[in-house]
Every structure is written in structure tokens, then in C-alpha cells.
């Protein structure tokens, strides 16, 4: 402060304003970053699953009866075929005009694979002598194979017990049959498929909702 009674001029002293608080420009950029991560994940999981559609999982729709009471028409399922070798018992889906004359996928259920050997007779189907579906019903009266086809791609014997039916899986072959085995185009009728012509094997069943679930 000056001195008045030396004539000084008074000018009183200012406290210099406080700096303005960054609280907009913080909240931009907190709004900015949280923005961008929601972003960057929505990008990573649709990566992910564009790269599972294309390469992991396929979708399919069970066509026909030939896989009833497992599968019923137009149920709809998930196939896979990431590092896939066919085992007996696994319901696959594959695509061969070749072996079976047909342009659209079947589904089936492998019942053998290579270097075994399959036999339907009176008893039933059996696969390297073990019997996996018994009934003399998969031959008819003439001792044909029973079913809507009566052409056959399994050679036909005869021995003490009777007519029966023989098929051998050759190398990377795998012989297939639909559960509702009477009413089934399958290699009883086309013989063996080759395993190049899996599109993957089952393993959900996602419609409808009530029956959601893997398979057996």
C-alpha cells in the first residue's frame, strides 16, 4: 500500500483470479475413452464370431424324417468341423452328389469307420460281430434290405444262417445310417462316404428353444 501523506496516488492491491477448473474438458475425455472401449469390444466379439461362423461352426436344417426320433424336420443345429476326425456314433452332415446322387447335405449318424466291417441278416446290424440295432425287420419278406430304396450298394452272401448283407470301410471312409433306419437314404444304399465330404459333426441343436441342447 502507498503512503497518502506523501501525496502518493492509492491503488489497492488485487488478488488475481483463480484459475478455471478443467471439469469439462476431463468429463470429455472420461466420456470419449468409456465410448471407445465399448466400441473396441463390440468390434473384437464381432470379429470373434464372424471368425467362428466361417471357420468353427456352421448352421444347418435338419431336411426329412431320416434322422427321427433324434431329429425332426426343419430343426435347425450347429456343425463343426475344427480338427474333426468321424467316430461311431456321431451324427454328421455331408455334401458328395458323387456317392450319393443327391445335390443338397444329408444327416446321419456314422455307424462304422474304416477297417470295420458291417453285416445286416435276420439279427439285425451288427458291426464287427457285435450287434448295435437288433431286429429281423431291416430285411423284408424277400430278404432284401428293408426301406424305400431296393437298390443296394452292400454285396449280398449267403451262409448256414441265411441271407445277410456285408459292407467294408475302406481308408478314410466312414459307413452312415439315419435312426428312422427304415426310411433312410444311407450307405446301405450308396455305400461308404469319404470323410473329405463332412461338413462338420452336430453338437447343438438351437431351435426350437424347448429342445435346446447337444446331441447325442
Known sequence: MSDLSNGDTFFPEETPPEPAKQVAPDRRRLIAGTLFEYVELIVITVCVLLFAALFLFRHTVVDGSSMEPTLKNSEHLIISDL????????IVVFESAVETGLDEPLIKRVIAVEGQTVRI???GVSVDGKIIAAGADYLDYNNRLYGRYAVSDMPLYSDEEGIYYLYSVGEGE????????????????????????ILGRAVLRILPLDKFGGLD
Not at 83 to 90: A, C, E, H, R, S
Not at 177 to 192: E, K
Open 83 to 90: 480338427f474333426y476326425k468321424p467316430q461311431v456314433g456321431d
Open 174 to 197: 466312414c459307413f452312415v445310417m439315419g435312426d428312422n433306419r427304415f426310411n433312410s437314404h444311407d450307405s446301405r444304399v450308396f455305400g461308404a462316404i469319404s470323410e473329405d465330404c
Open 121 to 123: 441278416d435276420q439279427s
